[in-house]
């Protein structure tokens, strides 16, 4: 007899697991990409993608295969792709950091990334490149050094296209933090965060959730 009871209430309660919404999708919010540096991880993003999925944004942390950034801006598209596809949205956001900004303006520029991308994010990325960079091999994150041909390429012609949003954020003690490119877009100097520290700053959170929905963090 107790089963007889029990079970209508289970199926109910199992129906409404297994039917249930993602909270992310609930909220029409587009995917974001966050994507770490040179020999970075993608467990230096845990706090910020907890943040934005309280937003309701789903979040996709790519694992990048190494430090090349041709091969990791290949990655970003395949990735790029399988949201849009996951969560019906014809755009994604990007958040690079250090080097990830890099491979993510690469993807922008030469992989078709302007058509499916609505804002560009970095943090602490060397637009115009690092020269200790100049010391690693072209495969290892030379890619960085300012005469790299990667870094030339880069920033030859328009280097931040449309109709993407762009938001340039660095830490006052970044080394690069005066790179300039694409003057009329949002900049915004943070105080007192090491560089790898920078994903994981509550207050570059903050200032990537602002940047998503539009706002110049002051």
């Not at 877009?185 to 539009?214: M, N, Q, S, T, Y």
Request: aromatic share 6%; charged share 20%; with cysteine.
């Amino acid at each position: 007899m107790w089963l007889r009871c029990v079970l209508p209430i289970l199926v109910t309660l199992l129906a409404g697991l297994y039917s249930a919404t993602p909270a992310a999708a609930d909220t029409g919010r587009e995917p974001v990409l966050l994507i770490h540096g040179w020999r970075g991880s993608v467990a230096q993003f845990d706090a910020m993608r907890s943040a934005l999925e309280r937003d309701g944004y789903p979040v996709y942390v790519v694992d990048l295969p190494g430090d090349e950034n041709l091969a990791n801006a290949r990655t970003i598209a395949e990735v790029a792709e399988r949201a849009r596809r996951a969560h019906g949205h014809e755009r994604v956001s990007l958040v690079g950091h250090s080097m990830g900004g890099l491979s993510a303006r690469h993807y922008l520029r030469f992989l078709g990334g302007t058509d499916t991308t609505r804002g560009y994010i970095s943090m602490g990325t060397g637009q115009r490149g690092y020269a200790p960079a100049c010391l690693l091999a072209p495969d290892q994150g030379g890619q960085m050094c300012p005469v790299n041909p990667f870094i030339i390429q880069l920033n030859t012609g328009d280097p931040t296209p449309a109709p993407v949003t762009y938001t340039f954020l660095n830490s006052s003690r970044d080394a690069t933090r005066h790179d300039v490119i694409g003057e009329n877009w949002c900049r915004a100097e943070i105080p007192d965060v090491e560089h790898a520290d920078e994903p994981g700053d509550p207050k570059f959170i903050a200032a990537v959730r602002d940047a998503l929905v539009g706002r110049c963090p002051a």
